[in-house]
């Protein structure tokens, strides 16, 4: 069954990017609620999101909710994003995540932007004197995920979505839902002595379907006065509906392990991954990333994002440069397994100065 199970996967790895390799970049700017495209965590950002099938924990939040059920026992994070540095646009993000036994774990995420204070102005006081206001940008996602087996998980991520200022608004829902596959290709290396376990694993998952979005408020109403009678007369202006920008993701990664020690603990870990992103309203893009690993204890991590022209200086589609890096730190807590991890990313971007990520997590009873 497994086999079975492994091949299947690897036909639909295969198949499924040529199928849609094309992509939709006619529909770039087509679709709304783009801020949940950004990765808040900063393991995965330092991979650029290609390890959709190895994510574990509270960051499957972003790439595969799947591996969420990968949680032990608890597990709570503390993200801050600082968003195209010099534009003064932060993102905080908040997450849990609780195993409840027989496989279940239960999550919560709480994603909030921070734009500053803008100026107001108006058509007759251009000038800004008319104070300031910020917009409000909120999602939260409650989450279920399963262990079926040893070997496959899923899971499904609920999202309630709201922007707006004080006079206009937009409220959502979108759905994510995702499943992962792992097994053992090589369970020992005989000339190494070097145990092996679960070291392939194949990820898919679809972020942000649902409904069309749609603004509406007393700020889309405007005042007039009739040039022939004189009279006051208000009205308001229609609002288009917007869809979430939805995507695929479909990744691979393999474990290496580069020591020769008869344990199933590697005391130095190599994990190649790697994803293809579908884009609905954007073109395709393809990244691959790699982690290396000493005793799970320090982790270094870089990745790339290739779409079409990313390299070229007029005919980019992305403010990202398509290279990531990271590091990330696991400080032992108590005896039991609980563990501190504190993981930081940054890419390079095409204007203002690079996307910083910094994710402190606290794992309680930890099994890693």
Request: aromatic share 10%; charged share 15%.
């Amino acid at each position: 069954m497994k086999k079975y199970i492994l091949q299947l996967m690897s036909i639909v790895t295969l198949v499924s990017p040529m199928q849609i390799i094309a992509g939709n970049p006619d529909r770039s700017g087509g679709a709304g609620g783009t801020q949940l495209l950004i990765n808040p965590y900063g393991r995965s950002a330092g991979m650029l999101g290609a390890n959709t099938a190895s994510v574990r924990g509270i960051e499957s939040f972003n790439l595969n909710i799947g591996g969420l059920a990968y949680t032990n026992k608890t597990e709570i994070s503390f993200s801050n994003v600082t968003y195209l540095q010099g534009t003064d646009v932060f993102i905080n993000n908040l997450s849990i995540a609780q195993n409840l036994g027989g496989g279940n774990v239960l999550g919560l995420t709480i994603n909030s932007f921070d734009f500053g204070s803008i100026p107001i102005t108006s058509v007759s006081q251009p000038d800004a004197t008319l104070g300031t206001y910020s917009p409000q940008v909120l999602n939260i996602g409650a989450a279920f995920s399963k262990k079926f087996s040893n070997s496959i998980t899923g899971g499904i991520n609920v999202r309630i979505i709201s922007e707006g200022i004080s006079s206009v608004t937009a409220n959502g829902i979108g759905l994510d839902a995702g499943v992962q596959y792992q097994t053992t290709l090589n369970g020992k290396n005989l000339a190494k002595k070097a145990i092996k376990k679960e070291d392939f694993r194949f990820g898919i998952s679809v972020r942000n379907i649902g409904p069309n979005m749609q603004y509406s408020g007393s700020g889309l109403s405007f005042r007039s006065i009739n040039p022939t009678t004189g009279a006051d007369r208000r009205a308001l202006m229609g609002s288009e509906t917007f869809n979430l920008p939805a995507l695929v993701h479909i990744g691979a990664a393999y474990d290496m392990r580069l020591d020769d020690k008869a344990t199933e603990t590697y005391n130095h870990r190599l994990t190649l991954c790697g994803n293809f992103n579908y884009n609905a309203f954007s073109a395709n893009v393809t990244t691959m990333g790699l982690e290396y690993a000493f005793k799970e204890m320090l982790m270094l991590r870089g990745g790339f994002a290739y779409q079409e022209n990313v390299l070229s200086e007029y005919s980019y589609q992305s403010q990202y440069l398509g290279f990531a890096g990271g590091v990330g730190f696991v400080f032992p807590v108590s005896k039991s397994g609980t563990a501190l991890a504190i993981n930081y990313a940054y890419a390079p971007t095409r204007v203002f100065n690079g996307i910083h990520n910094l994710t402190i997590a606290l794992n309680i009873d930890s099994k890693k």
